[in-house]
């Protein structure tokens, strides 16, 4: 059986967010760019879509009403998919404290919205293998 690979610049990507108009939004822009997008608007219906799906990128919305967005990333990243998963906090709080916090939860990048598309656009793309 032949097995048949995007290009490696082509991500399978997560979006997160429980305002729905932001992450429509932000994975309509991602579909433009090429990529595969599945949105959800909980961190729950996120988490179980990835189970399966295995996404190479997480963008994660850190304030949703049923699991922040720091505990969300600590269950992605004890997940054998999520070990190596680019992990991005995409919040409105851009303060040093919330980076801190995003970090310290295991996040690779802390974005603050609006998301700059260009921005995402080098980090998805320096996210090779």
Not at 25 to 47: I, Q
Not at 82 to 96: F, K, M, P, Q, T
């Amino acid at each position: 059986m032949t097995t048949i690979s995007a290009p490696a610049h082509i991500k399978r990507i997560l979006v997160v967010d429980d305002d729905l108009e932001f992450a429509l939004m932000l994975s309509l822009t991602l579909r433009r760019m090429g990529h595969f997008v599945l949105t959800a608007n909980s961190a729950a219906d996120g988490l179980a879509w990835a189970e399966g799906g295995s996404p190479e990128v997480v963008l994660l919305d850190l304030e949703m009403a049923d699991l922040d967005g720091y505990q969300t990333c600590r269950m992605v990243r004890s997940t054998e998919w999520g070990e190596n998963a680019l992990i991005v906090a995409v919040s409105g709080h851009g303060e040093d404290e919330d980076r801190r916090r995003s970090r310290e939860a295991g996040f690779d990048h802390h974005l603050v919205k609006p998301v700059d598309r260009h921005l995402l656009d080098r980090l998805i793309r320096a996210k090779e293998g």
